[in-house]
């Protein structure tokens, strides 16, 4: 685990006994306050009732004083109204689905950035047998990640790589740290791609599992002898119920091969081994295709189009690894082509829409961008008549990608570093133009509504107290966290996979976000020439001009309203006049907005003058209506808040007073009882 993460506020799943238990023995991980979240998955009747009681076990057995007493609270799966979990053909991959969403929403709201997962050896065996079975090959038999972005996540806000809010370092910031003490500031601050970039989002839920290199007996006999006890669920033991059980069921009773049993010759598990091997390898081709991206030369990168310019270098040989070279040229030539899938898929995730580009799909883009001619020799144990030109544009991912001519300016020397940089072409990346043929990315944001409408809608569920009391566990320290706020016109969406955009129309109007077509760019610019806006349809055209190449300004995020009219385009922070008739309110604007491109990384070596960011949210007018949106939300939670402590006296006094009246009742019946045996003894 890098030691940045420790610097963080943990959390843990219901095994967070056993990481408890190990944490313990580290000093460096004894001030780290650990909160604990157990999932229930609502999938059986007493699934309830075994949550609780992990949770009285983890008060009881790991609360060990009140400064390290872990916080525990119980998530529980919400599923669609008339669906019975246990009798979906799918329940683990759904229920796998809703479990990472409920604890990185519990996370962002709790400000945890690191997850701490229970998985351990046997759970990675499992899963290499299933992915045997599923046909995967290769790096699909790596295992489990010990560290990962939190899955399922895509597009939620403050957990999927955005929503970073413990730190702002700056890219000044940035700078003078790395050349004031680069190595030992690394230990403190987050990882070089977290820094933070005005106009770019950073941030998010990473999850880690510190007990994969540990056996399921061993964690038992260690919690054993601490003499804590634990929670098995009863439908793991049924194998009839999913694939992983079969598994599960095999492996325990040991009706696998020997060659897989955890007793053979190599003392561990042979698919762990094997695992191992391959996760080895992995990080190797990971780590010089890291090299390779940190040496690339990114000429200008324009937030507002996603618009990528780079030089490559010409080879992805490595040339300061000696075992590269020690090996046959055939698996040269693999090795080559594993790094330089691995070096464009990192080029390609800057602008592409899609969350992860799967290495398998990018074998004829790492030929077209790394072999696209015949002068180079790129890839040993080539013979020459297999190196054809390759096509200067081509799709893949969402991203097209040109080759053009390079510019004469900023040239690198031959030789200057460990990788020579294509000196005759520059790749342009940008988003592949949107076809007819399939749906284009559309957002729709609510229209704003007054508070008091919004909590009238809301019902009578969220008001009923014994609910509330019963469910919400733990709820007096949630209400001491900061909350963010829930309202649908302030949370982000995430547009066409790149643009993070938080959007507040006007009152009872819906607003759409969708791209800046070819029809929609005329009408625009049709009606600012009508109107006569001559400043703005200047400003517009210098816009778009600078962006980039043509295509890509029918790709850029555009405000539309119910009527399909173009309001404003929110990269270029551009805004439709209004008329000079309409009454526009002061004290919040009819349209306001921020926006951010998507977490990215770029090499170390980029400058602040190549990248053309997006404006931050900072602008004046729109960060005040924000906030007194937001205050006003937060006003209006605590006078709820107030009501339900009321009410929830109310109760308590009531039930204080029927329990002492019961208790007067049986005191009063007792007395007349002793009476009438005094009497009768007289």
Known sequence: MASSSLQQRLAGTAQACQIRQFGERFPELRDIRFKVFVVDHKARPESTREASQVVKFVDKYLGLNKRSKLKTRILRLQWPTGVIPSELPDFETQARRLRYQALGEACYKANIPSLLLGHHGADEEETLIMRLIGGYGGEGLRGISEEADIPECQGIYGV???????????????????????????????????????????????????????????????????????????????????????????????????????????????????????????????????????????????????????????????????????????????????????????????????????LDRLEFATKAMLWHSQKHSYAPGRGTEEFKPQPETFTTGGVLCQRVKSPTEGLPLPGAQPFVLDPDYVW??????????????????????????????????????????????????????????????????????????????????????????????????????????????TALEKAIKAMGPPHVRHTIPAMMDDEDNCLALPTLDFRVPKPQSTNSSSEAPALIWRVRYKKVVFPDNVTKERIVALKDEKLEGVKPALLRVAEEEEREKSREQKKWERREKREKSKKKMEANEARGKRVRSKLRSRGRESDDGQ
């Open 160 to 358: 999927s790589q955005s929503g970073g809010r413990d730190y702002t370092v700056t890219w000044e910031e940035k700078q003078m740290i790395k050349a004031r003490d680069g190595r030992g500031m690394e230990e403190v601050l987050p990882p070089i791609q977290e820094y933070r970039q005005p106009g770019f989002e950073y941030g998010g839920v990473r999850i880690f599992r510190p007990l994969m290199d540990y056996d399921k007996p061993a964690l038992e006999a260690t919690l054993t002898n601490a003499g804590i006890p634990w929670v098995t669920d009863s439908t793991n033991s049924d194998p009839t119920l999913s694939i992983r059980n079969a598994i599960r069921y095999l492996l325990r009773r040991r009706l696998l091969p020997n060659a897989l049993d955890n007793d053979s010759q190599y003392g561990s598990s042979a698919l762990r081994v094997a695992a191992n091997n391959i996760r080895r390898k992995f990080r190797h081709r990971n780590a010089q295709a890291d090299k390779l991206f940190q040496a690339c030369d990114v000429i200008s990168f324009n937030a507002q189009s996603g618009c990528l310019k780079v030089r490559i270098p010409l080879s992805a040989a490595p040339p300061s690894d000696p075992d590269f070279y020690k090996q046959s040229a055939a698996r040269q030539e693999i090795e080559v082509e594993h790094i330089g899938a691995r070096l464009v898929r990192l080029l390609l995730s800057i602008v592409a829409p899609l969350h992860h580009l799967p």
């Open 428 to 537: 342009c990346l940008s988003r592949q133009p949107y076809v007819k043929t399939q749906p284009e990315p559309v957002r729709i944001f609510p229209p704003a509504q007054p508070l008091k409408q919004r909590e009238a809608e809301k019902g009578d569920e969220e008001r009923d107290d014994a609910k509330i009391e019963k469910e919400n566990e733990g709820r007096e320290e949630e209400r001491n966290e900061k909350s963010k706020v829930n309202s649908p016109e302030l949370q982000w969406q995430l547009w066409d996979g790149r643009y993070w955009i938080q959007l507040i129309g006007p009152q009872g109007k819906p607003m759409r976000i969708c791209p800046l077509s070819q029809d929609r760019l005329s009408r625009l610019t049709a009606n600012l020439k009508a109107n006569r806006y001559t400043e703005s349809l």
